[in-house]
């Protein structure tokens, strides 16, 4: 079994038992709900959830520093925790906000995996400000000049959090972007 799918067979365990724990919390049952009340507090239910959301939140910030050093990648690092490198500066103007970017992109995930690129589905264009993309890539694209070529890398709390894109991006994951940004309209 490789690091991606311990990773998330470890996720899935996690999430297995928050919804144990939130089922016995929403009984419509009177009497099992008082029981429940009983048993569990507040205090008992919030502090295991914390002690494993610290614990993935800092799995998630190892992984990402041991990418970070393995590639020898010298990256910034935003209040958010977003990552972000310019690799090659461009000569156009900075991107605003209210700006429609277009953007030529490669996403992959921690692993290496490659799972969307323009390439195959096109170049991404969106209204920068408008929501409608990652938090976490319309953070990193203010940053940038048309021109720039760029890696972010995006935790998962600034890109698809806890559910993932249903489809190709698993919950919890943070994903490795390499862009460059085409035009600016």
């Given at each position: ?112 995996s490659t799972i969307y690129t323009s390439s195959s589905l096109g170049l991404k ?61």
């Amino acid at each position: 079994m490789n690091s991606l799918a311990r990773y998330h067979l470890s996720n899935t365990r996690i999430l297995f038992m928050l919804l144990i724990l939130f089922t016995l919390g929403c009984s419509n049952d009177p009497e099992a709900k008082q029981t429940t009340e009983k048993q569990i507090t507040d205090q008992e239910i919030r502090e295991p959830m914390e002690k494993v959301n610290r614990y993935l939140v800092r799995k998630e910030e190892d992984d990402i520093q041991d990418l970070v050093k393995r590639y020898g990648w010298e990256m910034q690092k935003s209040a958010t925790g977003l990552r972000y490198m310019v690799y090659k500066k461009g000569m156009g103007q900075a991107v605003k906000e209210g700006n429609l970017v277009s953007l030529a992109y490669e996403v992959k995930l921690l692993d290496g995996s490659t799972i969307y690129t323009s390439s195959s589905l096109g170049l991404k264009q969106f209204r920068v400000g408008k929501g409608g993309v990652e938090a976490g890539l319309e953070e990193g694209i203010l940053l940038l000049n048309e021109g720039d070529r760029a890696k972010f890398i995006i935790p998962s709390h600034l890109a698809f959090g806890l559910l993932g894109d249903g489809n190709k991006i698993p919950p919890r994951t943070s994903l490795v972007y390499d862009i460059e940004v085409v035009r600016i309209y």
